[in-house]
Every structure is written in structure tokens, then in C-alpha cells.
């Protein structure tokens, strides 16, 4: 009789494991995992830790940044300086920074006659003179890139005068301008740069079209 039991119960036994696997291989196959639906996935996920952006979301930031290259004047510094020659600038530079680039004036150098806090432009020649220096010889500060050769009153051959290196009594010569003009002139140079071409002269408050016209035939750059 307890033989009959025994039988009865590992039958039992194994119907009900043949039962439980059976329900676990119906999980795997309905959802690929042993566990049920809410449980734990078996990935091992650290608290706190941030999860690393996409590949693709990387590449669109990246290509989002700019580089920002400073634009650079190339200009030739002449004269009294330590190394004449052409250097670099950032723009916006000044003539000093153009000077101490060039390895700084030299003791015999007339700087009073060069404006050393005039803007440069990309291309100009600043010349720094001598003491001493014959003023006809060349222009001291900035030159536009004009072969004209200009007193340090701004004078050129041919009765032309140039407004880049005229001082306020030489531009006065001119028709049509007084002190308060010549002035003006003298203080667009100084604030906003040479001029490029003797038409920018129009650029100047009160200076139009019809007081150009009057000195178009004057001047130069």
C-alpha cells in the first residue's frame, strides 16, 4: 500500500514539473525571456549614471561649431624701426602695434611726426622717419600705396594734396574748406582710418557731392 503511494506521488511530481516547464518555455518563446512581463531584464544598470548621447546626436552637435579665424592685415612697416618689413596684424590694429611688431622705433626715430594711434588697413605702408629727415623724401605714417611723393604738409607735385597726410592748413587751401572742415577731415582719419580713394572724402559730415566736385581735381590719397 505505500508502495501505491509513492508511485502516486512522484507522478504527481512530475506531472507538475512537466507543467511548470512547460509555462516557462511558453514565456521564452511569447517574449524571448524566462521572467514575466515587469520584471527585472537581467541588465545590470549603475544608479545615477547618465546614459551617453546617440552617435548621430554627437555628429550634428559637432558639426554645429564654428571656427572663428581672426582676420589678419599684412602691412610694411618702413624707416626708423628695428626690422623694416612686412608683418601682421589682427585687424583693428593700430600704427604702435604695427611699429612693435616691427621690433619697436629706433632712438632716431621722429615719431611726433607719424599719428601712432591711426587704425591700419589691410595693405597700407607705414614709414616712420628719422630725426632730422628731409620731410620731401618720403610720407611719414600711413600710405595708401599711392607713388606719389608727399611733403609732411600733405603738398604733392602737380598741386594735388593728399588728404591721408594733410595737416589742417594745407587742407584749408582747398575750395570749399574751412577750419571746421579741414578739421573734420583731419578727425575721420584719425577715428575711422585713410581714406582709400579720394571719392571717400564724401564720407566726411557736410562734405556732399557738389563740394566734392570742387575738389575732386585737388586731391589724393
Same mark, same amino acid.
Given at each position: 500500500?505505500?508502495?501505491?503511494?509513492?508511485?502516486?506521488?512522484?507522478?504527481?511530481? %512530475?506531472?507538475?514539473?512537466?507543467?511548470?516547464?512547460?509555462?516557462? =518555455?511558453?514565456?521564452?518563446?511569447?517574449?524571448?525571456?524566462?521572467?514575466?512581463?515587469? $520584471?527585472?531584464? #537581467?541588465?545590470?544598470?549603475?544608479?545615477?549614471?547618465? @546614459?551617453?548621447?546617440?552617435?548621430?546626436?554627437?555628429?550634428? @552637435?559637432?558639426?554645429?561649431?564654428?571656427?572663428?579665424?581672426?582676420?589678419?592685415?599684412?602691412?610694411?612697416?618702413?624707416?626708423?624701426?628695428?626690422?623694416?618689413?612686412?608683418?601682421?596684424?589682427?585687424?583693428?590694429? /593700430?600704427?604702435?602695434?604695427?611699429?612693435?611688431?616691427? #621690433?619697436? %622705433?629706433?632712438?632716431?626715430?621722429?615719431?611726433?611726426?607719424?599719428?601712432?594711434?591711426?587704425? &591700419?588697413?589691410? $595693405?597700407?605702408?607705414?614709414? &616712420?622717419?628719422?630725426?632730422?629727415?628731409?620731410?620731401?623724401? /618720403?610720407?611719414? $605714417? &600711413?600710405?595708401?600705396?599711392?607713388?606719389?611723393?608727399?611733403?609732411?604738409?600733405?603738398?604733392?607735385? $602737380?598741386?594735388? &594734396?593728399?588728404?591721408?597726410? %594733410?595737416?589742417?592748413?594745407?587742407?584749408?587751401?582747398?575750395?570749399?574748406? #574751412?577750419?571746421?572742415?579741414?578739421?573734420?577731415?583731419?578727425?575721420?582719419?584719425?577715428?575711422?582710418? =585713410?581714406?582709400?580713394?579720394?571719392?571717400?572724402?564724401?564720407?566726411?559730415?557736410?562734405?556732399?557731392? %557738389?563740394?566734392?566736385?570742387?575738389?575732386?581735381? /585737388?586731391?589724393?590719397?
Amino acid at each position: 500500500m505505500q508502495g501505491v503511494n509513492r508511485n502516486r506521488i512522484l507522478i504527481f511530481l %512530475a506531472m507538475a514539473l512537466v507543467f511548470l516547464g512547460s509555462v516557462f =518555455v511558453k514565456q521564452f518563446l511569447d517574449t524571448g525571456s524566462f521572467l514575466p512581463e515587469g $520584471g527585472s531584464s #537581467g541588465i545590470l544598470k549603475v544608479e545615477g549614471a547618465e @546614459e551617453l548621447p546617440e552617435k548621430s546626436s554627437l555628429e550634428s @552637435e559637432a558639426g554645429e561649431l564654428a571656427v572663428s579665424v581672426p582676420v589678419q592685415f599684412i602691412v610694411d612697416v618702413e624707416g626708423a624701426v628695428a626690422q623694416p618689413g612686412v608683418v601682421s596684424l589682427p585687424e583693428g590694429s /593700430r600704427v604702435f602695434e604695427a611699429v612693435e611688431a616691427a #621690433g619697436g %622705433a629706433l632712438d632716431t626715430a621722429d615719431k611726433g611726426r607719424v599719428n601712432l594711434a591711426e587704425k &591700419i588697413t589691410d $595693405g597700407t605702408a607705414i614709414y &616712420i622717419p628719422f630725426q632730422g629727415e628731409d620731410q620731401s623724401a /618720403r610720407t611719414p $605714417g &600711413i600710405s595708401s600705396g599711392t607713388s606719389a611723393v608727399t611733403g609732411a604738409s600733405g603738398e604733392v607735385g $602737380g598741386g594735388l &594734396i593728399n588728404i591721408n597726410t %594733410a595737416d589742417k592748413s594745407t587742407l584749408m587751401q582747398l575750395p570749399g574748406i #574751412g577750419e571746421v572742415y579741414a578739421q573734420s577731415i583731419i578727425d575721420y582719419r584719425q577715428s575711422v582710418g =585713410v581714406f582709400q580713394k579720394p571719392e571717400d572724402i564724401k564720407n566726411v559730415s557736410g562734405i556732399g557731392d %557738389a563740394k566734392f566736385q570742387k575738389l575732386k581735381d /585737388r586731391i589724393t590719397v
